[in-house]
């Protein structure tokens, strides 16, 4: 018998027996009322979550508040070319010297806007030369109102150390990326990818962080110190 | 060789007077309840959510066998290798042969307390690797050669001093107070490590059935970097871990890090369906799932406490636990402490061992109201205690009751062992807490109640 066989066997056997539903000792061992959820407990409980604005505008401003909160560079313009003016100060503020991206649309013209040497992960890379780069500029699936949350794959976003390995993130996204809650995240995944998922789906929200030495909150621990978000 | 039960109440006495070790506590979980508070009351209605989290695990529990076999299928059918491993034993051998056949030298790990459960460093440094902890805190404990502390804060024992203490000797590092730079110089050490490191570990906090994906939940993007540079990824990861489908991870996410650590959402929460698929231009050449039992299938196997496996170890019933407040993580001597580790560690390393863990607790019931998927704790400590006495009667107790049951029976001699008790209460005070003391242990550290002036009885019997 293979381990699998064996594991699902004793799950089975385990399984013979019926458990009470959740909730059943709130009524103190009396037989408590089993709330039996229409769909899925998560369609319903949607509506108990953190709210992520009804209104485009609304999602904006939730965006916004939830992102800074973490710490996130959330700048919200009215067009491409405004975005990568942001971007030309934030390099020069920060004396970017080079530019790690990948070969799709925006992000490869915002790395070249800049007048800076290069590197495109997605035509192979060498880890030290992209460890070396002062930022990391990636596309990315979905922004979340609700939680200020960037969703990037490995497909969007230039592979799993583009996002990661360089220690300033800039994160394009276009307005139509922009939505209300994490539920409607999952969708547009989903709608995106079909059954050919990416082999990494990652949720971002902030930089890097830590408060693993007396609960303080310390950026870049091992990741990225800064986070920018342009949208468009 | 001391038992379990000597060991917990030997160190519970040294840390329940560590004025120093209480501050701490203290401090890092009144930050930590404000900030869990403010993240509640952002939700339109935090109660109706638990419950639909419980009913969500209860239906992912419940339905093992199909979910664990759909998430296997899906997992593999993306090149992911599927091990299962039905006891600690079995997944120590499974990762030690995958690094074996690597060839393999230096391992970075992210945290993943089912490594703690099975030993696995141990294992690995046994076996000749070098094995380095990525997460600060776990790092941190691991140059201290020391288990983690708290599943989720695993350095909370530590302060600012002693962890600049630790880096100086350790790392040979410049001397320094301030938290960033402590950060900095770990970040640092770490860094060459990462891309080093053949091989990868991490740990997982969800399984999803539906796409055959784990999801880890972290702030550092230390897992990030463990998950993308190595050339082989293993995660380890408990059969419970299952979830039915992805869109769960909409009420999930939010969840564990509002209960966990008073966030909206954790730093970085991410999905890993395979490794590096054609087309894509880095990630591991090979990933390896390794299914953990080591005895979750008997729990499951109690229907009656089978809820306990809906934990999704966020470290909330730890968090408001008054006994974890006083006595401390490592005092415990388990992998998971606090009310969550009471209930399961019997069930996972022998009921009679480990059934002093369920006497210790005010059944206050405050974990059972912080748990975010509704698991009904304190009445599991109390199943246990239960259990425990069932499986193995005490002869004191027993003749105790008995000669109760006999007094309590029989008014006239009820009486008279009243009278007796309030005449040889001045007595008590002079033996109070010395070996001829009959109640020692709890006058040890409790004061005997008075006896009343009058009885119910006396009372009673006045007003008639
Ligand atoms: S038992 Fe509940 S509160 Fe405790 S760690 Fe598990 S999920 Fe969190």
Redesign the interface.
Same mark, same amino acid.
Request: no cysteine; aromatic share 6%.
């Given at each position: 018998m293979?381990?699998?066989e064996?594991?699902?066997g004793?799950?089975? !056997?385990? *399984?013979t #027996?019926?458990? %009470?539903?959740? &909730?059943a000792?709130d009524a103190h061992g009396g037989q408590a009322p089993h709330?039996s959820?229409k769909g899925? %407990?998560?369609h $319903?409980?949607? &509506?108990?979550? %953190?709210?992520g604005g009804d209104t485009f505008e609304e999602q904006v401003v939730r965006f916004r508040a939830?992102s800074t909160? *973490?710490k996130t560079d959330f700048r919200f313009v009215g067009s491409r070319d405004e975005a990568f003016t942001e971007l030309a100060r934030i390099r020069d503020t920060e004396g970017w010297k080079s530019v790690a991206t990948?070969r799709a649309e925006q992000p490869s013209a915002a790395a070249a806007s800049l007048g800076l040497p290069v590197i495109h =992960? /997605? !035509? &192979?890379?060498d880890? /030290?030369a992209l !460890?070396s780069c002062d930022v990391g500029i990636s596309g990315c699936d979905v922004l979340v109102a609700q939680?200020? =949350?960037v969703v990037v794959t490995?497909?969007s976003a230039?592979?799993?150390?583009l @996002? $990661? *390995?360089p220690p300033h993130h800039v994160v394009v996204a276009t307005r139509d990326q922009l939505v209300r /809650? *994490?539920?409607a995240?999952?969708?547009r $995944?989903?709608e995106t990818y079909g059954t050919g998922?990416? +082999?990494?789906? @990652?949720?971002?929200?902030?930089? +890097?962080?830590? &408060? /693993?030495?007396?609960?303080?909150l #310390?950026l870049?621990?091992?990741?990225?110190k800064k986070l920018t978000v342009l949208c468009w | 060789m001391t038992t379990h039960v000597q060991d917990f109440l030997a160190q519970a006495r040294v840390v329940t007077r560590d004025l120093r070790h209480r501050g701490l506590i203290q401090t890092a979980l009144r930050k930590y309840e404000t900030a869990r508070d403010r993240k509640k009351a952002a939700f339109n209605d935090w109660q109706s959510a638990r419950q639909a989290a419980a009913e969500t695990k209860w239906d992912a529990i419940n339905h093992l066998d199909t979910y664990l076999a759909e998430f296997a299928d899906k997992m593999e059918a993306r090149g992911t290798q599927v091990h299962w491993a039905g006891n600690a034993a079995e997944a120590r051998e499974i990762i030690l042969g995958i690094i074996r056949s690597k060839g393999a030298r230096s391992i970075i790990k992210s945290k993943a307390m089912t490594a703690e459960e099975i030993h696995l460093n141990d294992a690995m440094e046994k076996a000749g690797y070098e094995v380095v902890e990525s997460d600060l805190g776990e790092f941190i404990v691991q140059l201290r050669h020391e288990p983690p502390y708290h599943i989720v804060f695993p350095a909370m024992h530590l302060t600012r001093d002693d962890i600049n203490e630790l880096f100086q000797k350790e790392l040979g590092s410049a001397s320094t107070r301030e938290p960033e730079e402590l950060t900095m110089i770990a970040r640092r050490a770490l860094r060459r490590k990462y891309i080093t490191a053949d091989v990868g570990i991490t740990g997982a906090n969800f399984a999803i059935a539906e796409t055959g994906m784990i999801s880890i939940t972290e702030n550092e993007g230390n897992a990030r970097l463990t998950a993308a540079l190595p050339k082989t990824m293993i995660t380890l990861v408990g059969i419970e871990k299952v979830l039915p489908k992805l869109e769960d991870l909409a009420l999930f996410l939010p969840m564990l890090a509002t209960a966990g650590a008073g966030q909206t959402i954790t730093g970085y929460n991410t999905m890993y369906g395979g490794p590096r698929q054609p087309g894509e231009c880095d990630g591991p050449e090979e990933y390896h799932v390794v299914l953990l039992d080591n005895r979750r299938t008997e729990l499951l196997a109690d229907p009656e406490q089978r809820d306990a496996l809906h934990c999704i170890r966020c470290g909330a019933c730890l968090n408001v636990c008054p006994i974890f407040k006083n006595v401390g993580g490592h005092t415990y001597g388990t992998t998971y402490s606090g009310p969550v580790g009471s209930v399961i560690t019997p069930h996972l390393r022998g009921l009679q061992d480990w059934k002093h863990l369920s006497g210790s607790s005010s059944l206050c019931g405050a974990c059972t109201e912080a748990c975010p998927v509704k698991i009904d704790l304190h009445h599991h400590l109390l199943r246990n205690r239960r259990n425990a006495a069932f499986g193995e009667p005490s002869f004191f107790e027993r003749l105790a009751y008995r000669l109760f049951a006999f007094v309590i029976n029989r008014p006239g001699l009820y009486r008279f062992a009243k009278e007796a008790g309030r005449l040889t209460e001045p007595l008590q005070k002079l033996i109070r807490n010395t070996p001829l003391d009959p109640a020692r242990a709890w006058t040890g550290s409790r004061d005997l109640p008075p006896m009343p002036e009058q009885s119910f009885k006396e009372w009673w019997e006045e007003r008639r």
């Open positions: 293979t381990g699998r064996k594991i699902l004793r799950i089975r !056997e385990a *399984l #027996v019926p458990a %009470p539903h959740p &909730g000792h709330t959820f899925r %407990p998560v $319903v409980a949607r &509506g108990w979550m %953190p709210p939830a909160e *973490l990948h =992960t /997605d !035509e &192979g890379y880890v /030290d !460890e939680t200020g =949350t490995n497909r230039g592979g799993r150390a @996002s $990661v *390995l /809650d *994490l539920t995240a999952f969708a $995944v989903q998922y990416p +082999s990494m789906i @990652s949720f971002i929200t902030g930089p +890097s962080r830590t &408060g /693993d030495i007396e609960r303080i #310390v870049g621990a091992h990741g990225p | -």
